[in-house]
């Protein structure tokens, strides 16, 4: 698999989309990705908001989440079945305005989609709309799937065998998620201008048809519940030591 970035102008609010990335975009090779940053997207949709103080800046984040629970250094949300901090709500890159996650990633990431592939006469293609997260006790952030279209975002193993014939019960690949993080490790977060990667020769299974619920899990059957629910009952807890050993 390669990735490669595509280093552009500052993209403007309320541009648009299509032409801007057509713009440096002028070839896609069949069964390729495009991978967007959600910022940009954000932008064209006119997703950014003027906010004059904290009090009003929190407004917007509770406004834009479906749970919203105050920590020490953020806002814990949940927003569209995934957690991230403050919603999504960003302030780098913005000149004192608060943006906004796309309204709807995936219906974004179709639409771009089907336009790139009547103009460029595309058969099969991928567009991954991207944001970045955090892993619980890791620092450091990586890529996530905001949206996508064109491919099947998870690959299931689930009841086949492994290399000595054990039936895998619970084994998936996240694999709009790992796209996303592979494009947004090689595009920075801070001034490298690249909002735009091109992903080829990725193991995906391509189709026109996605089901934008298959990488949600209910939020009683995830892996780490009962790890917190047991944290916050232990008193005293030192988790500077937990990696001695």
């Not at 940009?40 to 629970?69: T, Y």
């Not at 920075?188 to 201008?193: D, I």
Request: charge should be positive; aromatic fraction near 8%; include cysteine.
């Amino acid at each position: 698999m390669q990735v490669r970035t595509i280093k552009t102008r500052v993209f403007k609010e309320r541009e648009g989309l299509l032409s801007f990335v057509l713009k440096y975009v002028k070839k896609l090779p069949e069964k390729s990705i495009l991978v967007v940053t959600s910022k940009i997207v954000s932008l064209s949709e006119g997703r950014v908001v003027v906010f004059k103080n904290k009090n009003e800046k929190i407004k917007i984040i509770k406004r834009e989440s479906d749970v919203a629970l105050k920590t020490k250094l953020v806002w814990l949300t949940i927003k569209d079945g995934m957690v991230m901090a403050s919603a999504g709500v960003d302030e780098s890159n913005a000149k004192g305005k608060l943006i906004l996650l796309p309204k709807n990633s995936f219906r974004s990431a179709y639409i771009l989609r089907k336009k790139l592939q009547k103009i460029l006469k595309l058969k099969k293609l991928g567009v991954i709309i991207t944001d970045s997260r955090t892993f619980p006790l890791r620092a450091g952030i990586v890529g996530v799937a905001l949206g996508y279209a064109g491919f099947k975002g998870v690959r299931d193993y689930r009841g086949k065998g492994d290399i000595f014939g054990r039936i895998l019960k619970f084994s998936r690949t996240d694999v709009a998620d790992s796209l996303a993080t592979s494009a947004v490790l090689c595009m920075g977060e801070g001034k490298e201008q690249q909002p735009l990667a091109l992903i080829t020769d990725a193991i995906v299974e391509f189709t026109e048809k996605v089901n934008k619920k298959e990488l949600l899990i209910d939020p009683k059957e995830d892996l780490y519940l009962p790890l917190f629910e047991k944290i916050k009952k232990i008193k005293g807890l030192n988790l500077k030591n937990y990696h001695k050993f």
